[in-house]
């Protein structure tokens, strides 16, 4: 049972390291004259929306920037730790 479960904790650790990246390629091509139907910008808009959307609804707004992905990159980073002592 505790291989099982440290396997499946490295897992999940690195699902959401790769959810980091993924997080990342979004925030650079949003800084890039792209077009926002391409499919590699859409599967970005896709996969991030549905943590960032809710991260923007309790942020207080700020003209011209977009903090959720901040706040996004330091939850990942609070579940990585927990799934390591955890797990």
């Known amino acids: 049972m505790g291989a099982v479960m440290g396997w499946l904790g490295l897992l ?7 959810y980091s990246w993924i997080l ?3 925030v650079l091509v949003s800084w890039l004259p792209v077009d926002p139907y391409h499919p590699a910008v859409r599967f970005l808009r896709d996969v991030t929306e549905p ?3 809710p991260i923007r609804r309790v942020l207080p707004p700020v003209p011209g920037i ?7 990159f330091l939850l990942i980073m609070v579940v990585q730790r927990i799934v390591l002592a955890v797990f």
């Open 51 to 53: 943590v960032l959307a």
């Open 24 to 26: 990342l390629a979004r």
């Open 66 to 72: 977009d903090y959720s992905p901040i706040v996004a």
């Open 12 to 18: 999940v650790y690195r699902l959401l390291a790769l």
